[in-house]
């Protein structure tokens, strides 16, 4: 149980358009996702929490204008990634907890995006 | 704010042998849970262990266990018959209640044929 996927597991894009990439929880619901940002080598980096029904909540430096978040459902949230550059590239990773955990946290599988 | 420290960026250890890994963070809350989360190659995060701070008895799962010293705030990883599968980074992390897990910088780990 607690099996969670997004999609797309990779994707390139030209410098100035928008990708969207999608995070669903399979075997449960989840009432809170998180959006992780890693850059290679590196630990991951918060970018927002979301609840479904909610505005997402965007950590410190993150430009929610350029990084949107939606949760419009108990199994689905997605980021869309406005106006991409070449500096947006890296590897994003959801993770979604469920209504009967306060804590654990399950990741899925990532996403590279590279823009050219 | 809570922090976690991973003070081992690598290591390394013979395949069948025993290896830990270090973690210790700050915190001034009582109730608390803490992670090890494993990322192999594929990127994809495994939760290896969870631990929830009002529990004295040490969490373990098969080949994996924890040192759990709250007083001294301190949760390393002890892997036993390591095998050439648990490469990876190995992320520690902790969460109060409805809050995002915050990660130490992770140790990278191999296992040497």
């Given amino acids: 149980g607690a099996v969670v996927s997004q999609h797309p ?6 410098s100035g358009t928008s990708v969207k990439i999608e995070c669903r929880s399979l075997d449960f619901q989840a009432t809170t996702m998180f959006w992780y940002r890693q ?5 991951l980096m918060l970018m927002a929490t979301s609840n479904e029904g909610s505005k997402a909540t965007y950590e410190q430096g993150v430009e929610k204008d350029k990084f949107l978040i939606n949760h419009a459902s108990l199994t689905l949230s997605t980021l869309t990634v406005t106006s991409a550059h070449p500096e947006d590239s890296s590897f994003y990773i959801c993770s979604a907890r469920g209504q009967e955990s306060t804590d654990t946290q399950y990741f899925g599988p990532g996403t590279r995006l590279t823009v050219l | 704010a809570q922090t976690v420290t991973q003070s081992q960026p690598e290591m390394s250890v013979q395949e069948a042998e025993t290896v830990t890994l270090s973690c210790t963070y700050d915190t001034s809350e009582n109730n608390y849970y803490l992670f090890w989360y494993k990322q192999p190659p594929s990127r994809q995060m495994i939760l290896v262990i969870r631990q929830e701070a009002y529990k004295q008895q040490n969490a373990t799962e098969n ?12 949760f390393s990883l002890k892997i036993s018959d ?7 980074m190995y992320f520690c992390a902790f969460t109060l209640r409805n809050t995002p897990l915050v990660f130490g910088k992770g ?7």
């Fill in chain 1, 39 to 43: 850059f290679p080598k590196q630990s």
């Fill in chain 2, 107 to 113: 140790t990278r780990l191999s296992v040497i044929a």
């Fill in chain 1, 9 to 14: 597991s990779w994707v390139i894009c030209k």
């Fill in chain 2, 82 to 88: 390591s095998q050439l599968g648990d490469t990876a």
């Fill in chain 2, 63 to 74: 080949r994996f266990s924890v040192n759990f010293q709250k007083a001294a705030k301190s």
